[in-house]
């Protein structure tokens, strides 16, 4: 059992999470040719939900590509820009609620500097 399949996000969270969760299926089903996620995508995803669940924005996080702070690490940076441009253009027709969603939230503006205590593992903490 991975640690990040405890974690619960919270609101715009959980459908950033949902939509990167789509991404990876569609590429992995396209790329790695099994029913369900292999490994590495499993892994991937798992460690983007830990990233987003210790995002110092919290539910005021801008997109990814928009954020000034660069969390993930470079490995899985470039498997995330690998996953996102295959799926993306795929994503209109599996899943467009999600990616009008996602598109949305890239016009929004990026926040300044991030409140104290707001990302999603500080509050679910607090609620323990």
Sequence with gaps: MNPSDNIILLGSLNTEFKTLEAMVHIYCRDHHSETTLCASCDDFLHYAKMRLDRCPYGEAKPTCRQC???????????????????SGPRMLLKHPILAIRHLLAEKRPVPGKPEANASNRHKRKMME
Excluded: E, V
């Design 68 to 86: 000034p702070i660069h969390c993930y690490k470079s490995d899985y940076k470039l498997q995330s820009q690998t996953i996102m441009r295959y």
